[in-house]
């Protein structure tokens, strides 16, 4: 007799349904797992027997086989390992099939049948919902995650017992009620902690409202870290939508401490960072810091300091807000729409440029240009705001008011948000940093006196047609967060002071 279990495999972060069959036969007594199982998925008949054992069931003395279907699809993880039980128990009539068809079921078993958490259970409580099942069956420690989605029952077990006694109908148990997510939260630090550095303060909050890219230069201890730090303080909340999306990729990447995402990620990964760790990949295919940074910032501190192959591979999600992997075993694709936040130091010892009394570099030409040699035209291309960060000085240090509130900040970002959603209302893009060359004929109209100064800077500086773009972009947030319909000169001129520092790059 053939028995079949619903669960789930995880592609990228796609939920994908797989029916667990197995068939208890004649032969010597084992268990075999077909279906393009990994390593974890085979030893997960060690487990489910010793847990069928101790929870005091029969183990049949058959032939044991598992398929995992679909055959072409691979199965990772210890996810199996609950359905697979459920199968082998209903092979010999233990298990009546009738509940079990209405529900999607995935759990990892401990040797005594207690049911432990898993990964990806977000993508399938919303596979259950789209293929229209009643509900999920899912263990205790996933369930406020299960219950983000609406409109599917979220079944809670502890051990294997209950799971055959409510199948069995000897054992109700209430479905969990969907948590209100906490959306009210502080965080520990603030725009208004920073002393000085206006001109920083000012091109984040533009950044943050046009979804802007941003690079700071600066000398080391100028604050710029501080100022990357502060910018998740002045975005507007996650929106609910917001936050399934990036507790889906959280989930997948098992990061379960920090699920549900409530506030916007900020990801600083290190500068020995590998290309896998940053754009994803790996064996098993997972989302890298691009993809734990979508809705989020992504910060690399010391960006001269990363592997040229590492800061290569942001290309595509810095342009489409996605990445695709291919690799041998498949090819898959992780959201990645991000801020993205760089700093770097001007040379080797951080002082080129900013040489004062105290502090002079001592690089030489061939050494500058090899420390920055490493960031790339077409990266430094996709950044929009190009800024110096000086070291503060000491008069206004002695300042102990600190700056605008963060509070107060979010507050015009959301208004500029609100101006772009009603923008692009029936569009494809959300952001002023999104526009191509159609929309931005359409939506940046600029005053005569604004155009006669693009049109000069575009003569004495030399703007290439991808400048002028990113600067009649820029302008447009500018004028959004004035809550001007057209671009002024001014807004043109403000633009113009954040190309990139040329006497450096």
Same mark, same amino acid.
């Given at each position: 007799m053939v028995f079949t279990v619903r669960s789930f495999a995880v592609v990228g972060i796609e939920g994908v349904e797989v029916k667990v069959e197995v068939d208890a036969g004649r032969g010597l007594p084992g268990t075999v797992i077909v279906g393009l199982p990994d390593s974890a998925v085979k030893e997960s008949k060690e487990r489910v027997k010793a847990a069928i054992v101790n929870s005091g069931y029969p183990f049949p003395a058959k032939k044991i086989v598992v398929n995992l279907a679909p055959a072409d699809v691979k199965k990772e993880g210890t996810l199996y390992d609950l359905p697979i039980a459920i199968g082998i128990l209903g092979s010999v009539g233990m298990v009546f099939p009738e509940k079990l068809n209405d529900y999607i079921v995935a759990g990892e078993l401990g040797l005594k049948g207690e049911v432990g958490r898993i990964k990806g259970i977000l993508s399938a409580a919303i596979l259950a919902k789209e293929k229209g099942f009643k509900g999920i069956i899912v263990p205790e420690g996933n369930v406020e995650e299960a219950t983000l989605i609406d409109g599917i029952e979220v079944i809670p077990v502890k051990n294997l017992v209950e799971v055959v006694s409510f199948l069995n109908g000897d054992l109700e148990i209430e479905p969990a009620r969907k948590r209100e997510i906490d959306t009210k939260y502080e965080f520990e630090v603030d725009m208004s902690d920073i002393v000085g550095q206006y001109q920083a303060k000012r091109a984040l909050e533009i950044a943050a409202a046009g979804h802007h890219n941003l690079f700071m230069i600066g000398p080391p201890g100028s604050g710029k870290t501080m100022l990357a730090r502060r910018l998740p303080t002045i975005m507007p909340p996650m929106c609910e939508e917001e936050i399934v999306e990036t507790t889906k990729i959280y989930s997948v990447a098992g990061l379960f401490s920090e699920i549900p995402v409530v506030k916007r990620s900020f990801r600083s990964p290190h500068s020995g960072t590998s290309e896998v760790a940053l754009i994803g990949g790996g064996a098993s295919l997972k989302p890298g810091e691009v993809s734990l940074s979508h809705n989020g910032v992504l910060f690399l501190d010391e960006m001269a300091e990363f592997k040229r192959s590492a800061l290569e591979a942001l290309r595509q999600p810095l342009e489409d807000g996605f990445v695709t992997i291919s690799r041998a075993s498949g090819t898959v694709t992780f959201p990645a729409n991000l801020s993205l936040i760089a700093a770097s130091n001007p040379c080797p010892c951080g002082f080129k440029g900013f040489e004062d009394e105290n502090h002079y570099c001592r690089c030489s030409p061939s050494q500058v240009k090899k420390y920055l040699g490493k960031i790339s035209g077409p990266i430094m291309d996709r950044i929009d705001i190009h800024i110096t960060v000086p070291a503060v000085k000491p008069e206004e240090l002695k300042n102990r008011k600190g700056g605008e509130a963060s509070e107060k900040i979010r507050e015009r970002i959301i208004s500029a948000?609100? $101006?772009?959603?009603?923008?692009?209302?029936?569009? &494809?893009?959300? *952001?002023?940093?999104?526009?191509?060359?159609?929309? $931005?004929?359409? *939506?940046? &109209? #600029?005053?005569?006196? =604004?155009?006669?100064? #693009?049109?000069?800077?575009? &003569?004495?500086?030399? #703007?290439?047609?991808? =400048?002028?773009?990113?600067?009649? &972009? #820029?302008?447009?947030? $500018?004028?959004?967060l004035s809550g001007s319909d057209l671009i002024t000169r001014v807004h043109v001129a403000e633009a113009l002071s954040y190309r990139p520092v040329e006497d450096v790059f």
């Open positions: 948000h609100e $101006i772009q959603k009603k923008r692009f209302e029936n569009l &494809k893009i959300n *952001f002023n940093s999104q526009m191509g060359r159609r929309e $931005i004929l359409k *939506f940046c &109209k #600029l005053e005569e006196g =604004a155009e006669e100064l #693009l049109n000069s800077a575009v &003569k004495s500086l030399g #703007l290439s047609a991808r =400048a002028y773009s990113r600067v009649l &972009k #820029l302008s447009r947030t $500018i004028a959004d």
